[in-house]
């Protein structure tokens, strides 16, 4: 079992950047699962942001944020991050880090959800026009 602790959220302005973090701790280990980020704004779904491969070789983006974040891990550091750029006010939303303990046996990284056992508590992004 992980768990899992998102940092780095906060208020910035349209166009600005921030870095999100998300510390996995626990008696496993962090190369064992891929590593994704959803995102939930309020009154809307979760939705999907972006997913890391467990040894960082592939990574997976959802289309509204392509170009503009990435993705990566750091498995020395059992971390994964999400660098985000070009920030707008459509991308304010809890953005929570997930951890699929799968991620090694499939062909593919996750998009769904329902496949990341492990979800932290979530860091809010404020953008601001």
């Known amino acids: 079992q992980v768990q899992l602790v998102e940092s780095g959220g906060g208020l910035v302005q349209a166009g600005g950047s921030l870095r999100l973090s998300c510390a996995a701790s626990?008696?496993?280990?962090?190369?064992?699962?891929?590593m994704g980020w959803f995102r939930q704004a309020p009154g809307k779904e979760r939705e999907f942001v972006a997913a890391v491969s467990w040894n960082g070789g592939s990574t997976v983006y959802a289309d509204s944020v392509k170009g503009r974040f990435t993705i990566s891990r750091d498995n020395a550091k059992n971390t994964a991050y999400l660098q985000m750029n070009s920030l707008t006010p459509e991308d304010t939303a809890v953005y929570y880090c997930?951890?699929?303990?799968?991620?090694?046996?499939?062909?593919?990284?996750?998009?769904?959800?329902?496949?990341?056992?492990?979800w932290g508590q979530g860091t809010q992004v404020t953008v601001s026009s």
């Open positions: 626990g008696r496993t280990t962090f190369s064992y699962y891929a």
């Open positions: 997930a951890a699929d303990p799968n991620g090694r046996t499939r062909t593919r990284v996750s998009v769904r959800g329902r496949e990341y056992d492990y």
